[in-house]
Nanobody, 127 residues
Framework: VQLQASGGGLVQAGGSLRLSCAAS???????????VSWFRQAPGKEREFVAA???????YYSDSVRGRFTISRDNAEKTVYLQMNSLKPEDTAVYYC???????????????????WGQGTLVTVSS
């Protein structure tokens, strides 16, 4: 599985961005079988969970983004989106998408739950 994250950029506080995570799958599994998540890492900080969407399309969010960010998936396009609204300077980070077909619910917010990672896309929110 190869993941390509895109859509980052510079935006003012209060603005919006939409990130995309496009998957290329060479295994026998279908994209719809994968849980796909977004994590982010700010300078000097650990990578943290942002949002996840399971094969059932159930969604999960960190407390810091709930109500502002929306994760969605298009299985036909093998792409997961992260719509980010009401952005704050503290949202500034490199955003990574991750995927795995065997993520258990208790590990959905943990980096060790995912075997496949994209390269990251930088989001900068100016005040």
């Amino acid at each position: 599985v190869q993941l390509q994250a895109s859509g980052g950029g510079l935006v003012q506080a209060g603005g919006s961005l939409r990130l995309s995570c496009a998957a290329s799958i060479s295994s026998g599994r279908s994209f719809r079988q994968y849980t796909v998540s977004w994590f982010r890492q700010a300078p000097g900080k650990e990578r943290e969970f942002v949002a996840a969407i399971r094969s059932s399309s159930s969604t999960y969010y960190s407390d810091s983004v709930r109500g502002r960010f929306t994760i969605s998936r298009d299985n036909a396009e093998k792409t997961v989106y992260l719509q980010m609204n009401s952005l704050k300077p503290e949202d500034t980070a490199v955003y990574y998408c991750a995927a795995d077909a065997q993520v258990i619910l208790s590990s959905i917010a943990m980096t060790r739950g995912y075997g496949y990672w994209g390269q990251g896309t930088l989001v900068t929110v100016s005040s």
